[in-house]
């Protein structure tokens, strides 16, 4: 069993930047796939962005490559996404997940999510 636990969300300029963080309780995050999910006013939940245990192995979606970044810190137990050049869009709802598997398609484990708002 793991907690996670997200911070960091909050109000920013369009082209601004947010840094997250997901501290993880319970179980070392090294044992877990790790990725962050967003979901926005009336849309599904998308995938974000995910990072394998090792921490090299990364995937975006083609809506932030570029300008968002994942990593992970298993001796701190986190993970982090720098947000940067943000848009309106990119408003939602993030959340961490974590998976004991080896993909982020169904996780085992939810953050309670952070806000983030672009203002135009």
């Known amino acids: 069993q793991v907690q996670l636990v997200e911070s960091g969300g909050g109000l920013v300029q369009a082209g601004g930047s947010l840094r997250l963080s997901c501290a993880a309780t319970g179980r070392t995050v090294s044992s877990y796939i790790m990725g962050w999910f967003r979901q926005a006013p009336g849309k599904e939940r998308e995938l974000v962005a995910t990072i394998r245990r090792n921490g090299f192995s990364t995937y975006y979606a083609d809506s932030v490559k570029g300008r968002f970044t994942i990593s992970r810190d298993n001796a701190k137990n986190t993970i982090a996404l720098q947000m940067n050049s943000l848009k309106p869009e990119d408003t939602a709802v993030y959340y961490c997940?974590?998976?004991?598997?080896?993909?982020?398609?169904?996780?085992?484990?939810w953050g309670q999510g952070t806000q983030v708002t672009v203002s135009s």
């Open positions: 997940a974590a998976d004991r598997g080896f993909t982020l398609g169904s996780p085992d484990y």
